[in-house]
């Protein structure tokens, strides 16, 4: 009798340390499953942020691409820096997929203000609500652009700046207050050095179709395309002749839609 009950005892030790070490085991092995899955997530969110960096910056390559040459184009006709132009309308724009870009082509982030007579949008900014410009395509962003500079007196001084100077700019833009970013010089600066935008006003310097003592004599004004016009009605209107008026506004085939902004220099 004494030993069966040795033996059952023996059993029943036996079979506690078999559930122990079977437990051991399982904890072991799930403890190393999470490991596992954990350094993939890991390597997984690694990949997914080096995706999301090279996303970023060919989307950028890529909005260079196709707006440098309107960007320099602009430079020549009225002296703005190719590279601030184009970093406004990265930064602005949500390099080409901010809200107002994709809703309103308005790569600027430019309001409607009192003289606007075109299309609107209505966008939370500073305030809510906030009226914005709408353009019927990007270009018409980028022209507008140029002559919401030039023809206010705020940004005035900027014009003194050399072509080049795209610190002088990106500076003087936030001091005249384009932008309430307190970053905003800096940013625009980031984005020039980063993608080194500052060559395309390498490329445009000395090709600009007035002097500086010229410009000082036009003021830029903006006339919007309406049901009968034509660039012969328009440049009898503004005393200005046809081929001038097709290369300030590099109108194709000679056509013109209704809506359009044309930008003219008068002569004061």
Not at 220 to 246: A, C, M, P, W
Not at 251 to 256: C, L, S, Y
Request: aromatic residues 10%; proline residues 1%; hydrophobic residues 30%.
């Amino acid at each position: 009798m004494r030993l069966i009950s040795i033996l059952i005892i023996s059993l029943i030790l036996n079979s506690c340390a078999l559930l122990k070490n079977n437990k051991e085991y399982k904890s072991k092995k799930n403890s190393r499953k999470s490991r596992i899955a954990e350094n993939s997530n890991q390597k997984l969110s690694l990949v997914n942020n080096e995706e999301k960096k090279y996303t970023s910056f060919q989307r950028a390559e890529s909005y260079i691409k196709t707006y440098s040459s309107v960007a320099k184009s602009e430079m020549n006709k009225y002296g703005i820096p190719a590279s601030i132009t184009l970093a406004q309308g990265l930064l602005e724009s949500g390099i080409g997929i901010g809200y107002l870009a994709k809703n309103a082509n308005n790569h600027f982030g430019i309001k409607c203000h009192k003289n606007w007579k075109g299309d609107r949008i209505y966008y939370d900014d500073d305030e809510k609500g906030e009226c914005f410009r709408v353009y019927i395509n990007p270009l018409e962003s980028y022209y507008d652009h140029s002559i919401f500079l030039k023809n206010r007196t705020r940004y005035a001084f900027l014009f003194e700046l050399k072509s080049n100077d795209y610190e002088g700019w990106a500076k003087g833009l936030k001091k005249a207050g384009y932008a309430t970013d307190p970053k905003y010089s800096i940013k625009l600066i980031n984005l020039i050095e980063r993608y080194n935008l500052s060559r395309f006003d390498k490329l445009s310097l000395g090709r600009s179709n007035l002097t500086k003592d010229e410009k000082k004599n036009f003021r830029l004004i903006i006339h919007q395309v309406e049901k009968g016009d034509t660039l012969f009605s328009i440049s009898r209107k503004y005393n200005i002749d046809i081929k001038d008026l097709i290369d300030q506004n590099n109108i194709r085939n000679e056509t013109i839609y209704i809506g359009q902004n044309i930008s003219i220099r008068v002569k004061e």
